[in-house]
């Protein structure tokens, strides 16, 4: 990447940071109709595509395989396919969208292609962390690579002249709203516990709260509150807006919007879902569904990047700022006393009481690292609940995995019957993956399109972080984030958990 990045065109290399970082094209053309021509492109009938995409398991890899190759007439450049031959897509009428679509493959091979196709679809990625993008950049660059990383938050605009700017030396970085790269902690292992980290003195412990990660920003008179999707959230909480407005200009605040009442008890994440994805919130929601800026850190004081300076210091600043101003939706997380491992384990056996995830470590004299950096902050989180479940349903996986059955739905029983409770794509082995594969083949009972109804034999033992009510779902629950722990060789399907059971472990409302 630092030689791609010193021989390309300053506009390519705007366009490859931007699609190298993670980000993609608005959609451009919907799938279903790239679906539809492809087909007719490949004169085969339109469920010979959709069973090849099963078996392929990745669209742009099978318009790629399917559509027959064309030929590469010129040796166009990565900023004329995005600005005149992609972009373009999105306000052209259906017609005009197949005219174009049919031009695009007649014009490439099948390697090729899978690029354009891959950046359609927006489904374009490679092995490589942005973090790994900036390094190669400021490598290239001669920069640090923390200064890149920061030039490189917010809304980065891929053009010729934001990569200059994004490498050139003296550029200012005085941008009122743009945010910090986040600091990011490592979790601890259950298994091994605190200890290992060594003296206990040497850190400060927080609540580990389950909320959205979020920078509250107050310069130049304006206020901006970012998400660490890095995305600009406006309008969205106007609770904490109104609180940023009494920062003092010069202040960057990181932390977590939670569903709180104002000086009261943290309210559980299911609370704060009705509020997320809403651009504007009534009066009624505002009213059943509070939310509270908590702050656990400082990166910019009175104008000046304190990021280098001690978690003690910055966490001393952060309340002086804080104890300034009076506004029931912003304060400062609590830091919890205690002298031992084993007093902060007793409080972390409390977690779930409070509708925390656990406990947050934190070095008292470590600086305001960029990404995860082994050392700095660490998770300890509750260990989560488990229930042991039922294999009912099964489908292809997609990528590396697009042949094999990888994707599961898990049951529990409800008096004599398997009710449906949650979907798991991750937790097994290669070899156990391939061995679930191979039974779901031999024991399948039907097929609804790509999904297949399977003979329950098989139980594992199944993970989540929280569950709550849902009358979305046929068990009246639904549970956070689901993963496979183990699978249960020693267990029949008769001994799998009841739905009862998982009931049972909802938390009080």
């Known amino acids: 990447m630092v030689r791609y990045f010193a021989d390309a065109d300053p506009a390519d290399a705007a366009w490859a940071t931007y699609f190298l970082s993670g980000n993609k094209l608005r959609r451009l053309v919907p799938n279903a109709l790239l679906r539809v021509w492809a087909a007719q492109r490949a004169g085969i009938p339109q469920w010979l595509f959709e069973e090849s995409y099963h078996a392929v398991g990745d ?42 679509m049919l031009r695009i493959w007649a014009e490439t091979p099948a390697r090729m292609r899978l690029v354009v196709m891959k950046l359609i679809t927006g489904s374009f990625r490679v092995g490589v962390s942005k973090r790994l993008v900036t390094r190669a950049i400021a490598g290239h660059a001669g920069l640090a690579i923390d200064l890149v990383a920061h030039r490189l938050m917010g809304d980065f605009v891929p053009t010729a002249e934001a990569f200059a700017s ?105 609370q704060l879902q009705r509020r997320i994805g809403r651009k504007q919130v009534g009066k009624k929601l505002l009213a059943e569904v509070p939310v509270v800026f908590h702050a656990f850190d400082i990166m910019e004081h009175h104008g000046q990047d304190i990021r280098s300076r001690g978690f003690l210091e910055r966490r001393n600043r952060l309340d002086e700022i804080l104890e300034s101003i009076e506004h029931p939706h912003l304060t400062a997380t609590e830091l919890i006393a205690g002298e031992s491992w084993d007093a902060w384990a007793e409080v972390r056996a409390t977690s779930r009481q409070r509708n925390a995830e656990g406990l947050m470590l934190k070095m008292k004299d470590a600086p305001y690292d960029v990404g995860r950096v082994r050392g700095t ?39 004599d019957q398997l009710v449906p409770i949650a979907k798991a794509y991750s937790g097994l082995t290669d070899q156990e993956i391939r061995q679930v594969d191979q039974f779901v083949r031999q024991n399948t009972n039907d097929s609804f399109g790509p999904v297949r109804s399977v003979t329950p034999a098989l139980v594992m033992e199944l993970a989540f972080e929280g569950l709550q009510r849902s009358s979305r779902h046929k068990s009246g629950v639904a549970t956070r984030f689901p993963r496979i722990l183990r699978w249960r060789h020693d267990k029949r399907v008769e001994d799998a958990n009841t739905l009862a059971e998982l009931l049972a472990l909802l938390p009080e409302s």
């Not at 559509?67 to 999105?90: C, I, Q």
């Not at 601890?188 to 040497?202: A, C, R, T, Y």
């Not at 989180?381 to 590396?400: E, S, W």
Request: hydrophobic share 40%; net charge negative.
């Open 59 to 100: 669209l742009a890899e099978t318009f790629s395989l399917i559509v027959p190759a064309g030929e590469s007439t010129t040796d166009e450049s990565l900023t004329h396919w995005v600005e005149s031959r992609l972009k373009p897509l999105r306000t052209m009428s259906e017609a005009e969208q197949r005219e174009a």
């Open 166 to 270: 994004l490498i050139d030396p003296a550029t200012g970085d005085a941008i009122p709203s743009k945010p910090y790269p986040f600091c990011l902690a490592h979790p601890i292992d259950i298994d091994k516990g605190p200890e290992v980290l060594g003296d206990v003195s040497q850190y400060v412990a927080e609540w580990k709260w389950d909320g959205i990660r979020g920078q509250v920003i107050r310069r130049s008179g304006e206020s901006f509150l970012w998400s660490r999707g890095e995305e600009l959230m406006e309008n969205r909480w106007p609770e904490v807006e109104s609180a940023a407005e009494l920062l003092p200009d010069g202040t960057v605040l990181d932390g977590e919007i939670l569903a709180a009442i104002p000086g009261g008890a943290v309210l559980p994440f299911s």
């Open 377 to 415: 902050w660490w998770k300890w989180k509750v260990a989560p609940f488990t229930i042991d479940a039922v294999l009912i349903y099964a489908q292809k996986g997609h990528g590396r995995r697009s042949g094999l059955f990888t994707d599961y739905t898990f049951a529990l029983w409800k008096d």
